[in-house]
Structure formats: C-alpha cells, structure tokens
C-alpha cells in the first residue's frame, strides 16, 4: 500500500523568500505519479504540479518545483519567491500507474500549513 | 465555465435518513472520484470511476455507495448515514490522459 508523510504540520515563512514543504512516500510500485495540491482557506483544492517515478527531470511550474530524490524516496515542493496569497494548506499525493487505475487511486498526505507573513 | 459543481455545499442530517450528495462535471471527463478532508487526516478517496459504469473502491468505502450512469454525474450516497459520516466531502474529474483533477468546492455535512 502506499503512504504519504508530510511531517511538517505548520511552516513560517518571510515574503520573498523561498520555503520547502517536505514529503516522503513509501510504495513498493516501480511507477508512481507524485502530486501537490494547495488548498487556501476558501477551502478548493488547486493542483500544482507533477512529477513522474520515471522523469528524470525534477518538475517545474512557475515559482514551484519538485524536488524529486527517488533513491530517499522524497518529493519536497519548493516554492520560490513566497507570496502572501501562498498562505494555504498544502498536499503531496501519489499515485501508481499501469496497475490498470488509470492514475485514480489516489493517496494524499495530512497536509502542511504554510503561512506567508509580510 | 469549466467546473465540478457539488449540491449540496452544506448539509445537517439526522443519523440513518439516506441522502445523496450530487456531483456534476462540465469537461467531459472520463474521470472522477470522492474524497473526504478529515482534521489531521489528509483527504481520504472513498470511490473512483473510469468512465461511465465503472467505479472501484478507493481507501474508506465502507458506508458510502457511488453510480455512474452518466459521464457528468457522480453521486455519493450515503444509505444510512452515521455521526462518524460527519467530514467535508470533494468531488473531483480528471481528463484521461491528463494529471490535473479539477475538484469541486466542497460539501460540508454533518451527521447527528
């Protein structure tokens, strides 16, 4: 089965600066899909980017990347340039692939919450 | 406007009166699942379907039921709802071939 652990449950944050929210997973599949999603306090849930066991490339989107360390079996989202509206809750999520799921069995973390201060 | 739209957004019930939470794609997506968001417990996926009769079970299933008779309507029902039941629920869709799921905007609901 797979897990997620996001054991950071509060993070503090300077405007400007970059933050690193960390997340590791346990599966024992070779192809995996890993996720994070935002979720301000309005409560929707924003996709933000995406990283495949395979992409030898760590993920990019705009001031967020994934730092993806397969061998210690991490994905930590790196957010660059932090804003005041970044202040939300944040997920990491997986999910297997070829396991005929259509990349839908989805597992999320607990969250880490992230506060941006002026 | 491309959205997942959930009714109803907040809802108070009594325990084993049976109620059905709407879900409703605009994108024609092949995908969409439910979730519940629970204090200190992440999101949660109850159900998944691939496409229109196909559904599967996702982490806590126990207590929920799911149909896909359509390919824009996903609704969760609850046959015999229980205070334990009590959680903010998302539904979520996803175009096959793609890794961003759009989720809705929530049910809050509350079983006494």
């Known amino acids: 089965a797979q897990k997620i652990t996001q054991t950071q449950p509060g993070m503090f944050v300077q405007e400007k600066e970059a933050v690193t929210l960390d997340c590791t997973y346990d599966?024992?599949?070779?192809?995996?899909?890993l996720f994070w999603y935002k979720q301000p306090s309005s409560g929707e849930m924003i996709f933000l980017i995406y990283?495949?066991?395979?992409?030898?490339q760590n993920a990019t989107e705009g001031r967020y990347s994934l730092n993806f360390q397969k061998a210690r079996k991490s994905a930590n989202l790196v957010i660059s340039a932090s804003q005041l509206g970044d202040s939300a809750m944040y997920f990491c999520a997986m999910t297997p692939r070829g396991k005929g799921t259509g990349f839908q069995k989805l597992v999320f973390g607990t969250g880490t919450r992230l506060l941006v201060s002026p | 406007e491309a959205q997942v739209t959930q009714n109803p957004r907040y809802l108070i019930t009594v325990t084993g009166k049976k109620l059905t939470v709407t879900c409703s794609q605009n994108m024609n997506h092949e995908y969409m699942s439910w979730y519940r968001q629970d204090p200190g417990l992440g999101l949660r996926q109850i159900y998944y379907s691939m496409n229109v009769e196909v559904t599967d079970k996702g982490d806590v299933p126990e207590g929920y039921k799911v149909s896909r008779k359509e390919k824009r309507n996903f609704p969760l029902i609850l046959e015999s709802p229980s205070p334990n039941q009590t959680s903010l629920y998302f539904c979520?869709?996803?175009?096959?071939?793609?890794?961003?799921?759009?989720f809705g905007p929530g049910t809050r609901l509350t079983v006494t």
């Open positions: 599966t024992s599949d070779q192809s995996y899909g």
């Open positions: 990283q495949g066991s395979y992409d030898e």
């Open positions: 979520a869709s996803r175009k096959r071939g793609a890794y961003e799921q759009y």
